[in-house]
């Protein structure tokens, strides 16, 4: 009967400390759209064009501050594109890369004439195209 009562009692004080120890306080925020964008620091607006000439994003960055505010991301990188002078050039197609022909020629479904694949030189590593 002693350890019947001993084990009772061991499990309601082992119940009491649990339960007085571990006391949640909840706090309701104004809105949950605020808990995500804290969470994730994204900027709410971005311009996927704004200040292309501005350096910053290309400093060196050390590490030193240790906090993730000063990680690089390939997501915020700046993107640079490029337009080639016969894409500018109105109603044409450029050539499709296998055809042989180059990029820029212009009118190449119509071009006759030899088409002239790249080849390197001839060398016994190479083993020179014939």
Same mark, same amino acid.
């Given at each position: 009967?002693?350890?019947?009562?001993?084990?009772? $009692?061991?499990?309601? /004080?082992?119940?009491?400390?649990?339960?007085?120890?571990?006391?949640? +306080?909840?706090?309701? %925020? &104004?809105?949950?759209?605020?808990?995500?964008?804290?969470?994730?620091?994204?900027? $709410?607006?971005?311009? /996927?064009?704004?200040?292309?000439?501005?350096?910053?994003?290309?400093? +060196?960055?050390?590490? %030193? &501050?240790?906090?993730?505010?000063?990680?690089?991301?390939?997501?915020?990188?700046?993107?640079?594109?490029?337009?080639?002078?016969?894409?500018?050039?109105?109603?044409?197609?450029?050539?499709?890369?296998?055809?042989?022909?180059?990029?820029?020629?212009?009118?190449?479904?119509?071009?006759?004439?030899?088409?002239?694949?790249?080849?390197?030189?001839?060398?016994?590593?190479?083993?020179?195209?014939?």
């Amino acid at each position: 009967m002693a350890s019947l009562l001993d084990k009772l $009692l061991l499990s309601l /004080l082992i119940t009491y400390i649990v339960l007085s120890s571990s006391k949640v +306080d909840a706090q309701v %925020e &104004e809105t949950s759209l605020k808990l995500v964008t804290d969470a994730l620091e994204w900027p $709410l607006s971005m311009s /996927l064009y704004s200040d292309l000439n501005d350096d910053e994003g290309d400093e +060196d960055i050390d590490g %030193e &501050e240790g906090n993730g505010n000063s990680r690089r991301s390939l997501f915020w990188k700046r993107m640079t594109y490029y337009i080639s002078y016969g894409a500018l050039s109105a109603n044409r197609i450029p050539c499709p890369p296998r055809s042989g022909r180059s990029y820029y020629t212009h009118n190449c479904f119509k071009a006759h004439g030899p088409v002239h694949p790249y080849s390197r030189g001839c060398s016994r590593i190479t083993r020179c195209r014939r």
